[in-house]
């Protein structure tokens, strides 16, 4: 009878198929094992009946002693459970408060078994506790949900207690899976909140900190590829939890780490996590030009660019960002791991596994592949191109910089250039991106515009990372001057080629880069601000902008001598200085007008109307003689060079002011400045897959996809072996109900491990023909 109906089942109609789905997700939720009908009683789990008697008021020890022991037996039904939680009202949850305070408890104990089922099932039922109960009081104090969850006086030894065994967990001899499991549940504790600093819950997790044990995981090359992802994440939160309002021990204990695997195994998992994103959106890339869609657009032009670029928007990943960022802005020594090198190797994934619980998470989200991480020794090859941390977080940003429309994206753009900021900063960070001696091609992606080809890559020189930066800081600013202006990005950018220039200035180094590209793109950026003043104006201070701006080519003029890699580059300069001074006339004249009338902004103008004293008076000195050279040799229009000529022979007779505190800036300040972005970004992402655990299938590995480790066996000698199972179950269907410890128990028949998901299918499959 099985045989048949198994294989008619087969044939059931997709539709039928979905529906039947959603239902058995419904049933589940209700504990349910069958539909309800007239004839028959609905069946519920046995741990759903352990749940109602939790749920009582009595104690559910009181007639059963071995009560809490079978509890850890039985698969958890998370569903149940947080849905159980969430529907009790007030006065209900002060009767059940005794049960759900002794139910914690019980499961802090059961960490420290034996059998591996009971401390999965104990882990997964903390979870539940953790979301159903902070779901049910989003409203109430922290105080009170503490109490609801182990008692206010009792909750500072049961979280000790918890801490402790997880602390154990995870620094012991514990399976894998187990170690997943920990990791999970304090992610789903640090993310179970709105707005993490508001989870007094954590404060515990502040007093019995698992910061060593966080460090021994990224330290260890097998643990580190199994768990490094969720380690880095959870310490990027911990980090964020009241760092603003009181000392958080896991700040001061990540800016003093100086042990060399730690932080390389760190950086190790960003990398990998950054490299995959990388890999996904180049593959999405790829796909998209190879098809139908990119010849129709080369047919009529390109007018579906737009269109284009939009479909190749994704989900970036701000969890491994802000780790990031806390690493190089809190961690000195983390600097020297952005440039260590290794090969660059395009990773492919394993063929991903169905799990049909856990939906498909957007791209750049789930944790990455973990082939580099797991072997960091690599063989090389010489014709291999070797990258490093810095090289892949460039081309990450240079893909989530392209598209600043919507709030999330802008503010992940504006992360990477606060990190990039932090860089900049950095005395050594600035050394070894000028080292001529670390010189790398660096592909950076580039937005998709009409008027200019797409960049070939075996075109792209070695050279040292500073360029990389540059052309992206350039890239950025030639590509976004649009309606929707984003104007804290271009502040952040042109704040990033000051930095870079004082270093230069300050070491005399003379990098060889294409300086012009830059100049033009200022250029043009003034002339978009001139050309938007009135709206702009409603909502920026476009003077302060145009100040540093204006201030980029006083730098030049001032102090280039220093830094320009030849005298040429000096002259190319002042030719497009004088080439484009209708720009900075019509500049000149709209600060004065503003500085001179009674305003809101008479004195962010009145600073640029004094910025631009040089680069006027070299406009009003070589003009005439670039005017007097025409007339004299009858030149209608002069090419380049003449005009460089004039340029080089008049030097002599320029008279310039010198300007102080060019070479000086503002150094980055988390607090107060940044203290508001951190707290937005930090609450909105814990909604997100990129922090988010959720018990019915989330990104990466959630508890419902958890498979406890079992011995190989032979799928057709387990099916036969399951039958054989449900045989005895047809011959006495009363006694369903008893059966649940043998399923949870996974009874093994001779050499065949049979798992409950394998039977709770079968059987449910069984019920739903009967």
Same mark, same amino acid.
């Given at each position: 009878m099985f045989l048949r109906c198994h294989h008619t089942s087969n044939l059931i109609n997709p539709h039928q198929q979905q529906g039947s789905a959603d239902m058995s997700q419904v049933e589940k939720k209700a504990g349910l094992l069958r539909r309800t009908?007239?004839?028959?009683?609905?069946?519920?789990?046995?741990?759903?009946?352990?749940?109602?008697?939790?749920?009582?008021?009595?104690?559910?020890?009181?007639?059963?002693?071995? %009560?809490?022991?079978?509890?850890?037996?039985?698969?958890?039904?998370?569903?149940?459970?947080?849905?159980?939680?969430?529907?009790?009202?007030?006065?209900?949850?002060?009767?059940?408060?005794?049960?759900?305070?002794?139910?914690?408890?019980?499961c802090v104990q059961a960490l420290g078994?034996?059998?591996?089922?009971?401390?999965?099932?104990?882990?997964?039922?903390?979870?539940?506790?953790?979301?159903?109960?902070?779901?049910?009081?989003?409203?109430?104090?922290?105080?009170?949900?503490?109490?609801?969850?182990?008692?206010?006086?009792?909750?500072?030894?049961?979280?000790?207690?918890?801490?402790?065994?997880?602390?154990?967990l995870l620094c012991g001899d514990s399976s894998e899976s187990l170690k997943s499991l920990c990791l999970k549940l304090l992610l789903c504790l640090v993310t179970v909140t709105d707005n993490i600093s508001q989870n007094t819950i954590l404060e515990y997790v502040m007093i019995n900190s698992i910061f060593e044990a966080i460090l021994q995981i990224l330290s260890d090359s097998s643990s580190r590829g199994q768990h490094g992802y969720d380690a880095v994440v959870l310490l990027a939160l911990l980090v964020n939890y009241r760092k603003y309002e009181s000392v958080n021990p896991y700040i001061v204990k990540l800016s003093i780490v100086d042990d060399e695997p730690t932080l390389d195994g760190m950086g190790m998992v960003v990398h990998q996590a950054l490299t995959e994103y990388n890999r996904q959106y180049k593959d999405k890339e790829e796909e998209h030009q190879g098809g139908f869609f990119s010849a129709l657009t080369s047919m009529v032009g390109s007018m579906f660019i737009a269109d284009a670029d939009e479909k190749l928007s994704v989900q970036t990943n701000e969890a491994i960002l802000l780790a990031l960022y806390e690493a190089v802005h809190l961690n000195r020594n983390f600097i020297t791991v952005l440039a260590q090198s290794h090969p660059e190797i395009d990773i492919v994934p394993a063929p991903p596994t169905p799990t049909p619980t856990t939906p498909t998470t957007p791209?750049?989200?789930?944790?990455?592949?973990?082939?580099?991480?797991?072997?960091?020794?690599?063989?090389?090859?010489?014709?291999?191109?070797?990258?490093?941390?810095?090289?892949?977080?460039?081309? $990450?940003?240079?893909?989530?910089?392209?598209?600043?429309?919507?709030?999330?994206?802008?503010?992940?753009?504006?992360?990477?250039?606060?990190?990039?900021?932090?860089?900049?900063?950095?005395?050594?960070?600035?050394? %070894?991106?000028?080292?001529?001696?670390?010189?790398?091609?660096?592909?950076?992606?580039?937005?998709?515009?009409?008027?200019?080809?797409?960049?070939?890559?075996?075109?792209?020189?070695?050279?040292?990372?500073?360029?990389?930066?540059?052309?992206?800081?350039?890239?950025?600013?030639?590509?976004?001057?649009?309606?929707? %202006?984003?104007?804290?990005? $271009?502040?952040?950018?042109?704040?990033?080629?000051?930095?870079?220039?004082? $270093?230069?200035?300050?070491?005399?180094?003379?990098?060889?880069?294409?300086?012009?590209?830059?100049?033009?793109?200022?250029?043009?950026?003034?002339?978009?601000?001139?050309?938007?003043?009135?709206?702009?104006?409603?909502?920026?201070?476009?003077?302060?902008?145009?100040?540093?701006?204006?201030?980029?080519?006083?730098?030049?003029?001032?102090?280039?001598?220093?830094?320009?890699?030849?005298?040429?580059?000096?002259?190319?300069?002042?030719?497009?200085?004088?080439?484009?001074?209708?720009?900075?006339?019509?500049?000149?004249?709209?600060?004065?007008?503003?500085?001179?009338?009674?305003?809101?902004?008479?004195?962010?103008?009145?600073?640029?109307?004094?910025?631009?004293?040089?680069?006027?008076?070299?406009?009003?000195?070589?003009?005439?003689?670039?005017?007097? $050279?025409?007339?004299?040799n009858h030149i209608s229009q002069l090419s380049e060079e003449q005009v460089l000529e004039v340029v080089r022979s008049n030097y002599d007779t320029l008279t310039l002011k010198l300007q102080d505190g060019l070479d000086q800036f503002e150094r980055y300040s988390e607090q107060p400045k940044e203290a508001a972005f951190f707290k937005e970004l930090v609450r909105s992402r814990t909604h997100t897959r990129g922090f988010r655990v959720s018990g019915s299938g989330g990104g990466g590995r959630g508890f419902e996809s958890f498979e406890r480790e079992k011995n190989p066996i032979d799928e057709a000698e387990l099916e036969l072996k399951c039958l054989w199972v449900f045989c005895e179950v047809l011959m006495s269907e009363f006694l369903l109900s008893e059966i649940f410890p043998v399923i949870n128990l996974n009874r093994c028949y001779g050499k065949v491990f049979v798992t409950e998901k394998v039977l709770d299918e079968y059987l449910i499959h069984f019920l739903k023909l009967n």
């Open positions: 009908s007239s004839s028959k009683k609905p069946l519920k789990e046995k741990v759903v009946l352990m749940y109602d008697e939790i749920f009582a008021k009595e104690d559910p020890a009181k007639n059963n002693p071995r %009560f809490w022991d079978e509890l850890f037996l039985m698969k958890v039904n998370l569903e149940y459970l947080e849905s159980k939680l969430e529907s009790i009202d007030g006065e209900d949850a002060q009767c059940i408060q005794d049960n759900v305070n002794s139910l914690f408890h019980h078994e034996e059998h591996q089922i009971k401390v999965v099932n104990a882990l997964q039922t903390l979870c539940a506790l953790f979301r159903g109960v902070h779901h049910k009081n989003k409203s109430a104090s922290g105080f009170d949900i503490i109490n609801m969850l182990m008692g206010f006086d009792k909750a500072e030894q049961r979280m000790k207690d918890l801490m402790e065994r997880l602390d154990s791209l750049g989200t789930t944790p990455p592949s973990l082939d580099v991480i797991n072997n960091p020794e690599l063989p090389l090859d010489p014709n291999l191109q070797t990258s490093n941390l810095l090289i892949t977080f460039l081309k $990450y940003a240079s893909i989530v910089m392209q598209d600043t429309k919507d709030e999330h994206r802008l503010n992940s753009a504006r992360l990477c250039l606060i990190i990039l900021t932090c860089i900049a900063e950095d005395q050594y960070a600035d050394a %070894f991106l000028h080292d001529d001696n670390m010189n790398f091609r660096v592909e950076l992606h580039r937005m998709p515009m009409r008027h200019r080809k797409k960049a070939v890559g075996k075109n792209i020189p070695s050279r040292p990372l500073v360029c990389a930066v540059l052309d992206l800081m350039v890239e950025f600013v030639v590509t976004h001057m649009m309606k929707d %202006f984003p104007f804290d990005l $271009y502040l952040r950018c042109v704040q990033i080629i000051h930095k870079l220039l004082c $270093y230069q200035k300050k070491c005399r180094i003379r990098l060889h880069y294409t300086w012009r590209e830059l100049w033009s793109a200022l250029i043009n950026l003034l002339k978009f601000l001139m050309s938007n003043e009135t709206s702009l104006l409603s909502k920026h201070n476009i003077f302060h902008l145009a100040l540093l701006i204006v201030n980029l080519f006083n730098m030049f003029i001032t102090y280039g001598d220093t830094f320009l890699p030849t005298s040429n580059s000096y002259d190319e300069l002042y030719y497009e200085i004088v080439r484009m001074h209708q720009v900075f006339d019509n500049l000149y004249c709209m600060v004065l007008r503003v500085s001179t009338n009674a305003g809101q902004w008479k004195e962010a103008a009145s600073k640029v109307t004094h910025a631009l004293v040089n680069i006027r008076a070299i406009v009003n000195h070589f003009n005439p003689k670039i005017e007097s $050279y025409a007339a004299v």
